[in-house]
């Protein structure tokens, strides 16, 4: 599942193939991602709209028009975008398409259907990590709150920070030299900063790889740089054996010798 600097990156590549360009026909090929619109309302949202840019805010994607309206994308667990020409074969599981003008096609797919597209009307109520209002002094304060919960249920909690999944949770935790599954209320002054500065560093190192690795890409996750998370059996990069355990029903990895 593509987290926030994998998102990131496609906001930046969606927004140079689509930003300016008007949508000639919106196809609906499936009505569940986009509830509770039905198909006639979904196509006269979008239909004949300019895209204006792509943005992203926690694990989602807001497409904004000439209108002033934006379309939110929640890719969920299986969504894709493509990218295609037409003419070309509209991959299978398609749920929605943007027909452009100059003969570009974007897809939206997703074989489970949780893929969301909806209306964005709502402000953000949580916050998100590599922007302004993520500061030292909120972060203290989420971690005193949750005082009884550990980190990395801390981490992936999208009703307070948005954006980090289990994959960079457990990256995260790595970076800060912190288990993941110590209590948020066992932390130390010195280890909440080491912790706060591990979240925007990690976030932020990532997407300059993911630009470097994705080369253009709006799919797929990447997870080459990945030091811990995914290495069943591994080692971390110092050599050192992992441990996999569940935190909160999610699959973890960290090493015991480096972090504690």
């Not at 360009?21 to 006639?40: G, H, S, T, Y």
């Not at 667990?77 to 295609?84: A, P, T, V």
């Not at 797929?220 to 080692?235: I, L």
């Amino acid at each position: 599942m593509p987290e926030l600097p994998d998102l990131e990156v496609f906001a930046e590549n969606l927004t140079k193939y689509t930003a300016g360009k008007k949508i000639k026909k919106v196809e609906v090929f499936k009505d569940k991602p986009i509830m509770p619109l039905k198909r006639l309302e979904f196509i006269a949202f979008a239909e004949r709209k300019i895209i204006k840019s792509v943005k992203r805010f926690g694990k989602q994607l807001l497409f904004t028009f000439d209108d002033g309206k934006t379309l939110l994308l929640h890719l969920m667990l299986h969504g894709e975008l493509y990218y295609i020409n037409e003419g070309e074969k509209i991959p299978e599981y398609a749920v929605a398409a943007f027909h452009f003008f100059d003969k570009k096609i974007l897809v939206f797919k997703d074989h489970t259907q949780w893929l969301k597209l909806r209306l964005h009307t709502e402000g953000e109520h949580a916050v998100d990590p590599i922007s302004k209002a993520f500061t030292s002094g909120f972060f203290k304060a989420l971690l005193s709150e949750k005082a009884k919960t550990t980190l990395k249920e801390i981490l992936v909690d999208q009703e307070k920070v948005t954006g980090i999944g289990s994959s960079y949770a457990d990256e995260i935790c790595f970076n800060a030299k912190i288990r993941p599954q110590r209590l948020a209320g066992e932390l130390d002054d010195k280890e909440q900063k080491v912790l706060y500065n591990a979240v925007i560093t990690t976030l932020k190192d990532a997407v300059k790889k993911i630009k470097k690795g994705m080369n253009g890409n709006i799919t797929g996750e990447y997870t080459v740089h990945f030091a811990v998370h995914g290495k069943k059996k591994g080692f971390c990069p110092l050599g050192h054996k992992l441990t996999t355990l569940k935190i909160g029903g999610r699959g973890s990895e960290y090493c015991p010798k480096c972090q504690k």
